[in-house]
């Protein structure tokens, strides 16, 4: 099955800079790949996803980019502002109704 | 309007005791899920459901039972309550079968076995 390791857990940076998390994935027939935001006591929120015929996608001050042949892709938060702290959770998956397989999450602070 | 919801949003019960999770979606979706979230936050399938039939059934104690009556709602019945079923349950919703179809997921139960 699909395994998906995301990096780093937890991530501190000053408010204003930039913001990057890394995933790599396992299985070579997944094909979507989403990334949640989860802020406390709330389910994760679709922030912004790419598909595998796409390498890079970009969301106000949000872009991912895919790499297939090396079965990693990013998030990169620009700008970043206190609300964008929260845990961001990477994800993958393959063909059919499947389940995402998830990151272990990453624990975003923005420093004032 | 909330997207996803369920209900309750906390339960507190006893060890042995059997519960449901109730989950609803208005997104007019075909396909619901069920996670589960552990305390060190990590996301696992648990079930997934497309037009009211079972599609993934994940390694998961046959205590625990999804029943759907409508391609609206997905619940989910725990017998016989273990300390380890400790968690957080999301439930979500996606149209259709295709993978990559976004998911959508409601706030969470936050179950406690005392």
């Known amino acids: 099955g699909e395994n998906v390791e995301q990096h780093p857990s937890t991530l501190s940076v000053q408010e204003g800079d930039s913001a990057v998390i890394k995933c790599t994935y396992s299985?070579?027939?997944?094909?979507?790949f989403p990334w949640y935001k989860q802020e406390l006591g709330k389910g994760p929120q679709l922030i912004i996803d790419?598909?595998?015929?796409?390498g890079e996608k970009k969301d106000q001050r949000i872009a991912v980019t895919l790499n297939k042949t090396a079965k990693h892709f990013s998030l990169h938060i620009t700008e970043t502002q206190p609300e964008d702290s929260a845990v961001y959770f990477c994800?993958?998956?393959?063909?059919?109704?499947?389940?995402?397989?998830f990151g272990k999450g990453t624990h975003l602070i923005i420093q004032p | 309007d909330t997207a996803v919801s369920q209900t309750p949003k906390y339960l507190v019960t006893q060890m042995g005791n059997d519960k449901s999770i109730k989950c609803e979606q208005n997104?007019?979706?075909?396909?619901m899920y069920w996670y589960k979230q552990d305390s060190k936050k990590f996301l696992k399938i648990m079930f997934s459901?497309?037009?009211?039939?079972?599609?993934i059934n994940e390694t998961v104690p046959n205590r625990f039972s999804p029943k759907s009556p409508d391609k609206a709602h997905l619940n989910l019945h725990i017998n016989s309550l273990e300390l380890g079923d400790s968690a957080v349950y999301f439930c979500?919703?996606?149209?259709?079968?295709?993978?990559?179809?976004?998911?959508?997921f409601g706030d969470g139960t936050r179950l406690s076995i005392l």
């Open positions: 459901y497309n037009n009211k039939e079972l599609i």
């Open positions: 979500a919703s996606s149209r259709g079968v295709d993978s990559n179809q976004p998911q959508h």
């Open positions: 997104l007019g979706h075909d396909t």
């Open positions: 994800a993958a998956i393959g063909g059919g109704a499947d389940g995402l397989t």
């Open positions: 790419i598909r595998s015929n796409v």
């Open positions: 299985d070579s027939a997944s094909n979507y």
